[in-house]
């Protein structure tokens, strides 16, 4: 039987801090490492109009051809390092509806039956929503982004939705393959803290598989 593979989900509303998270994680554990902030400027690159993403997202059609994309990015990665992390939203906000991340059919071709056996861990990272607000607010790679949630209440919204799409994706994984799950709130100057549980948790559960 092959050696089990270890995907790592870390996600979260835009301005968590999550990425920052990620790629220091990354680094810690040797992992390949990949994030929808890679994805996202190479879908606006292709696009005649940024507004067009909206348009995008809403055509079911294109968003599943874009998932099995990133699917298929993701399982590559995944078949070059021991571990694998995924930076990325477990919720996309479309100008209409919220939608998960990835739908269960694109989901369920993580786990062939040809490849390695792969472990879950999902996390999904939270803050002060105020926090993410100022964080948002003055940060000027931000300032043109009208996906980005901007106000405290609509922070709130996306962060409710957020964890629902997360509890959704954790539901459909411990049903299949091993899976931890959970939800880990950020304070300020915790980054570091978070890295070093987190590390130690993965390689823990490494070296007891």
């Known amino acids: ?34 994030s929808s902030g890679i994805v996202f400027p190479y879908i606006y690159r292709k696009l005649n109009d940024p507004r067009e993403f909206f348009q995008a997202i809403e055509d079911q059609q294109l968003l599943d051809k874009l998932e099995q994309s990133v699917i298929g990015e993701i399982k590559r990665t995944i078949a070059r390092y021991e571990v694998t992390l995924w930076d ?14 990835f739908n269960e059919r694109n989901l369920l071709s993580l786990l062939d039956k040809d490849s390695s056996p792969l472990e879950i861990y999902l996390y999904l990272i939270n803050a002060n929503p105020e926090k993410i607000a100022e964080r948002i607010n003055t940060d000027p790679r931000d300032r043109n982004k009208e996906h980005v949630s901007r106000k405290v209440e609509n922070i709130i919204e996306h962060s409710n939705q957020e964890r629902e799409m997360f509890c959704s994706i954790a539901r459909f994984f411990n049903q ?20 070093e549980i987190l590390g130690k948790e993965i390689c823990e559960r490494k070296n007891a598989s």
């Open 176 to 195: 299949r393959t091993k899976t931890l799950s959970r939800e880990i709130y950020i304070e300020d100057g915790e980054i570091g803290d978070n890295v």
């Open 1 to 34: 039987m092959s050696e089990s593979k270890k995907f790592v989900w870390i996600g979260g509303i835009h301005g968590v801090g999550k990425s920052t998270l990620s790629q220091t994680l990354a680094r810690e554990t040797r992992a390949g490492y990949f």
């Open 88 to 101: 990325g939203h477990y919720s996309i906000k479309s100008r209409s509806r919220f939608i998960q991340g």
